[in-house]
């Protein structure tokens, strides 16, 4: 059996454990990061993830620090102004709506937005610049044994590691997790995600908009232009049977379906990519660290696609972890450390889970007095503006 020595193995090759790898091979330790799944880097191959992630000013920072960022620039889309428009009428046509810009309280954009396919392609592109950093797909966990010195992991290619942290990235059903014997506790709302792409007539601005009326909102977030037309990416979370029967629609039914939800506040919109379906859950991890376990991104939390929080809560996961691990390097993983990291990102992970859920139980309102109850504190909020800078500074994430 092949043995192998490393400061930190991540579990895990989605977008979150290879940003993982990279933070942490900047910073000087060695890693090995695993995946029994290569990933997908085509737009339009079989399986290919066709959201896309926007990163907030504090994840972009961290990107920079691992050299991410300069693989990413010239592909990402800026997100200067958030729009929330409340269509939850009698017809679906705006009656609410109100920006926050940006400019507000800094002078950069709220983030930057890329498709999480091209994400992957870069981010493995990154850590093949990195000697003391290897990506291993095609190569999965198969058991994890801790004590209070290491922790030993054996990988699906007969290969045993010995670690001194295992960083677990492996998704919201985390064998890594599991394997620590780690509980969750799991919302479900009965609700599903459509993923797509779309082009339309009408420039986006770099405004990210989000349509609240039923079931859920439906969300534009801008992309580079596709094809010499504005294009953007949209997540459409309803109630699990009607994202079915959208998703069952051929193109034509489905683009008007879609152009009614819309309110046509692009114009028509084309659908520019094929559809993807996604489960919508709120889960929390009881604990975000074993014996020599971190728990991060979705291992640790989902949540709602709602506010641009989820990867931004995983990277600020990073940050910590990153911040605790240089602090003293010699006591990399050890109980110390990662009780620390626990204390320090467990209350805020449960603070933002909450209140997102709070937020997509209002998206979902289907009552009419109750959505006239939602623009009205739609409103409220904005016309005061320390709250609504409050707000804004809150969504880009306080450090943990």
Known sequence: MTITEIDILVSGGGVAGLSAAAVFGTAGFSVLCVDPTPPITERDAKGSDLRTTAFLQPAQQLLDYAGLWQHLDSHAADLQIMRIVDAGGETPEPRLTRDFNASDISDRPFGWNLPNWLLRREM??????????????????KNLFTREAEARVTLTDGTQVRARLVVAADGRNSPMREAAGINVKTTRYGQKALAFAVTHPIPHENVSTEIHRSGGPFTLVPLPDHNG???????????????KRL?????????????????????????????????????VAERMNGERLALVAEAAHVVPPI?????NMSLGDMR??????????????????LESYHRRRHAEVRARATGIDLLNRASMIEARPLRDLRAMGLGAIYSLAPVRKTMMQMGLGARG
Do not use: K
């Open 307 to 311: 506010g641009a929080q989820g990867l």
């Open 124 to 141: 493995v592109a990154r850590l093949e610049e990195m000697p003391n950093v290897e990506f291993r797909p095609g190569t999965g966990t």
């Open 247 to 283: 998703a069952a629609l051929d193109t034509a039914d489905f683009e008007a379906a879609m152009n009614e939800r819309s309110c046509q506040l692009f114009g028509p919109l084309t659908l520019a990519s094929r559809r993807t379906v996604w489960p919508i859950i709120t889960q």
């Open 229 to 243: 037309l504005p294009s953007s990416a949209i997540v459409w979370m309803e109630r699990g049977a009607e994202v």
């Open 320 to 337: 910590v972890l990153l911040e605790l691990a240089q602090a003293n390097p010699e006591r990399l993983g050890d109980r110390d450390m």
